[in-house]
Structures are given as structure tokens and as C-alpha cells.
């Protein structure tokens, strides 16, 4: 059973940084491209991030380019996101997601709140 575990979400003033990290279970991590997504209230969830599998390769949506950096262990199962200079408009409830063989599995999600 795939389960996927975020954590890291919190309050943070404009200017400032978070990290969050998800774990994964459940299937062979190092198989997988692993995303990450938000959800703004009343907006759709949109991409944030993916980094596949060897973690050579990664890609960033305009909105985030420069100021996100997505990263994996894959002895730790783990994939993390490291986010700076954040705005208000980064306000959202993040989730990390898996993709393997034409499969995708989603975590809880953790909230994140910019806000001075």
C-alpha cells in the first residue's frame, strides 16, 4: 500500500523559507517521479515541481522558478522541497505525489500560510 507522508508546512512571514519533505512507503522510491502540487482555496491544484527519478532532472513552473529547489534521497525515501523567498501568493495546502506505471498516488497534503 503506497503511502505518502508530508510535513514541514507552517506560517511563515514574506521573505522566508520553508522546507518540506515527504516520505514515501509502500513501493520501490527510487522507481518513481515524484511531484509536488498545491491547492489554493477556490483556485485548482496546480504543479509545483517533479524531479524524476535518478534526480538529474527537474522542472519548475514560472511562478516558482529560482525560488523553489526540489530534491530526492532515495535512501531515505524522501523527497523534499525547499522554498525561499516566499510570497503570500504561495499560501496553499502542498502535496506530494508519486507516478509509477501509469499510476499516481497522493499524500495528505501540508498547509502552508505566508503571511506577515
Known amino acids: 500500500q503506497v503511502h505518502l507522508m508530508e510535513s514541514g508546512g507552517g506560517l511563515v512571514q514574506p521573505g522566508g523559507s520553508l522546507r518540506l519533505s515527504c516520505t514515501a512507503s509502500?513501493?520501490?522510491?527510487?522507481?518513481?517521479?515524484m511531484y509536488w502540487y498545491r491547492q489554493a482555496p477556490g483556485k485548482e491544484r496546480e504543479l509545483v515541481s517533479l524531479i524524476t527519478i535518478s534526480g538529474v532532472n527537474t522542472m519548475y513552473p514560472e511562478s516558482v522558478k529560482g525560488r523553489f529547489t526540489i530534491s530526492r534521497d532515495n535512501a531515505k525515501n524522501t523527497v523534499y522541497l525547499q522554498m525561499n523567498k516566499l510570497e503570500p501568493e504561495d499560501t496553499a495546502v502542498y502535496y506530494c505525489s508519486s507516478y509509477r506505471r501509469g499510476v499516481r498516488n497522493w499524500g495528505q497534503g501540508t498547509q502552508v500560510t505566508v503571511s506577515a
Open positions: 509502500g513501493f520501490p522510491f527510487s522507481t518513481a517521479d
